[in-house]
């Protein structure tokens, strides 16, 4: 079974801290994604990567910035924490060649608040 | 920008019922439509999912449409039960491998 861990269920930072949140998946899936979910805004995009050093951003990738190292880790950097980060975060992962099943895996998601 | 939009916000639905959501998007060179279920807590899980080759699909008590030249696609699900309550979450990209684009949700609610 695909497994998705983030590292914290539950964080709460002060406005101008760097935060790091961190995403790992263990099926070797070359597709990685993070979104923020906002009620009645539903999953919002805001950086995507479809291999090793490489990113692309999303919809809302302002104070945003993201790392990928290596294949199974995908970080989301929030560079100076605003009250307007506070959110719910989900980290996602798919393959990214032929396969069966083209769904997303969802983490647990990271619920930030800024404080 | 690419947009997907989803309605009703919220559907109440007496157990025994069919419910229906229905969406819409703007980037014409979307080619996969995944549907997706959150339960109250949980992750989001694909529940189904279509692309444009094909205008329907089924999966036991759930089917999607689509109509590509509307730009409209719609989920049904029949016989609801209580367990069928959830968040669900349409959404649209142009390939399978692409970035998916959510709409805002459906809030179902099934009651017993």
């Known amino acids: 079974d695909v497994k998705v861990t983030q590292s914290s269920r539950y964080l709460v930072k002060r406005t101008g801290e760097k935060v790091f949140l961190e995403c790992v998946q263990d099926?070797?899936?070359?597709?990685m994604f993070w979104y923020r979910q906002d009620p009645g805004l539903g999953l919002r995009l805001i950086y995507f990567?479809?291999?090793?050093?490489?990113?692309e951003k999303g919809d809302i990738p302002e104070g945003y910035s993201v790392s990928r190292e290596k294949k199974e880790r995908f970080s989301l950097i929030l560079e100076s924490a605003s009250t307007n980060q506070t959110s719910m975060y989900l980290c996602?992962?798919?393959?990214?060649?032929?396969?069966?099943?083209?769904?997303?895996?969802f983490g647990s998601g990271t619920r930030l608040t800024v404080v | 920008g690419e947009n997907v939009e989803q309605h009703p916000s919220t559907l109440s639905v007496q157990e025994g019922d069919s419910a229906v959501i229905k969406c819409t998007y703007s980037d014409s060179a979307s080619n996969y439509f995944p549907w997706y279920k959150q339960e109250l807590g949980k992750r989001p899980q694909l529940i189904i999912d279509?692309?444009?080759?094909?205008g329907e699909k089924k999966d036991q008590r759930i089917a999607v449409t689509l109509n590509k030249t509307a730009k409209h696609f719609s989920l049904h699900i029949t016989e609801t039960q209580p367990e069928d309550s959830a968040v669900y979450f349409c959404?649209?990209?142009?390939?399978?491998?692409?970035?998916?684009?959510f709409g805002p949700g459906t809030s179902l609610s099934v009651i017993p």
């Open positions: 996602a992962s798919r393959r990214g060649t032929l396969t069966s099943n083209y769904g997303y895996t």
């Open positions: 279509i692309r444009s080759n094909v």
């Open positions: 099926m070797d899936h070359e597709n």
């Open positions: 959404a649209a990209s142009r390939t399978s491998y692409d970035k998916v684009i």
């Open positions: 990567s479809y291999d090793v050093k490489m990113k």
